[in-house]
């Protein structure tokens, strides 16, 4: 407040005007001052500039590495045995009874007493062959590729860029972009072939059997073969059929995750510093896995066979009588019997399939890493500063004539005391730059 209160004084004394100080013994100029003006001897005060160095204490910021331990998360593949039971169709030849009606001739014997011809039935028996076709069932084994892909973690390290300003103490916060990488579920079909079927009804045409008939004539009666109407005969057959089905199942698929972090940073000197730091990046690399898959399928082949089927046949024999003769009569007796007829039964049989599965199992692994931590360190710094010291001045010198020194304190000669004032080059107080009142 002082320094401040003596620029003040010197400021308002050269602003004032020259016809001002007329009376004060030519101070500004001499040029019209009358010598009776000039005062024998003064005293006053005059200012000087002094040099001083001072010191003020700088805060300044050190960065200094420091190791710290993160963790980070890395993804394993680990398998599973899973038992799956699974059905498959299997077919068995089974039997069953059926019954059927046959008709075969009776003959009795009768006498009588005149003369007649006689017609007596002589039985042979023959053979004829019967065609059948029987279907059985013909596995077969194959082999079918089954193709999927894995996905498989592959560790790199790259180089990443790390920047830093350094300025006057400035805290900023700028907003940093991350990337991590998750696993997320996909899930997807596979087409997988099954072996399916149905049943059918066939009918099939059975000729009727051949018997003796008595037929009325002219000449008699006489005894012909006539053979039956067929009959229709009704059998389920089965029909394999395969069919394709879509499976889902579920994979694991990476996925980059960019997201947006508020980072601190401190500067000092404007002075941009890059630092290459190494920064280790999981992905997955997508692998393809062949599987042989075996497999059973089952056909069924028409098989031709052929059975004797034996018959009888009735030839009549005529006689001729003339006393109690015997005569045959030929009657139907219908007979029930049974046969035993084959059928393929399909039926479900389960097994126990074993299948790997994977999963992702993540897991925790500690790494040191290095940061730079800025500390704040105190320092002395020296400057220079200037002052004014105020000194007293007494002229005892005589006065030259006016108009020949200016501001001399009544001395034109400007020489007082051995102090010598340029009126063209005026002294004025100067300021420390670096000083703060």
């Not at 003596?6 to 500004?28: D, W």
């Not at 995750?257 to 999981?282: F, G, N, W």
Request: aromatic fraction near 8%; glycine fraction near 2%; proline fraction near 8%.
């Amino acid at each position: 407040m002082r320094i401040r209160s003596v620029l003040f004084t010197l400021a308002a004394f050269f602003a004032t005007p020259l016809s001002a100080f007329a009376g004060l013994c030519g101070v500004t100029s001499y040029n019209c001052c009358p010598t009776a003006a000039c005062a024998p001897a003064s005293c006053y005060t005059a200012c000087r500039v002094s040099t001083e160095t001072c010191y003020r204490t700088v805060c300044e910021t050190v960065y200094e590495p420091q190791e710290y331990t993160s963790c980070r998360t890395v993804y394993e593949n680990t398998y599973e045995d899973v038992q799956q039971t699974c059905y498959r169709t299997v077919n068995e030849t089974a039997s069953r009874e059926e019954c059927y009606s046959v008709c075969r001739p009776v003959t009795e014997t009768a006498v009588r007493e005149e003369t007649y011809c006689v017609q007596k039935p002589v039985v042979e028996t023959l053979y004829r062959q019967c065609n059948y076709t029987v279907q059985r069932p013909v596995w077969e084994e194959h082999v079918r590729e089954q193709r999927y892909t894995i996905q498989q973690p592959v560790c790199e390290t790259i180089q990443q860029e790390c920047r830093s300003t350094v300025m006057k103490c400035v805290t900023e916060t700028i907003q940093q972009e991350r990337c991590y990488t998750v696993q997320r579920p996909e899930t997807r079909t596979r087409c997988v072939q099954r072996m399916t079927g149905k049943w059918t009804t066939q009918t099939q045409t059975i000729p009727g059997p051949v018997i003796p008939r008595v037929v009325c004539g002219p000449c008699g009666s006489r005894l012909c073969m006539t053979q039956c109407p067929p009959r229709q005969v009704c059998r389920r057959v089965w029909c394999p059929q395969v069919v394709q089905q879509q499976i889902p199942y579920t994979v694991m698929v990476p996925q980059v995750v960019r997201q947006q972090c508020p980072v601190q940073v401190t500067r000092y000197v404007p002075e941009v510093v890059v630092k290459t730091v190494p920064v280790t990046v999981t992905r997955m690399v997508a692998k393809e896995v062949v599987q042989q898959i075996p497999y059973r399928t089952c056909r069924m082949e028409c098989e031709t066979k052929t059975q004797q089927i034996p018959y009888q046949v009735c030839k009549m024999v005529t006689e001729q009588r003339t006393r109690q003769i015997p005569y045959t009569v030929c009657k139907m007796v219908t007979e029930q019997k049974t046969r035993s007829v084959p059928y393929c039964v399909s039926k479900q049989a389960p097994y126990t399939t074993t299948q790997r599965v994977c999963k992702v199992v993540p897991r925790q692994v500690e790494q040191t890493c290095t940061r730079m931590v800025a500390r704040q360190v105190m320092k002395q710094v020296p400057y220079t500063r200037q002052i004014l010291i105020q000194e007293p001045v007494c002229c005892t010198s005589t006065c030259a004539p006016c108009g020949q020194g200016i501001m001399s304190g009544g001395c034109a000669n400007g020489n007082c005391s051995g102090v010598t004032v340029d009126a063209a080059h005026p002294v004025y107080p100067s300021a420390d730059p670096a000083f703060t009142p």
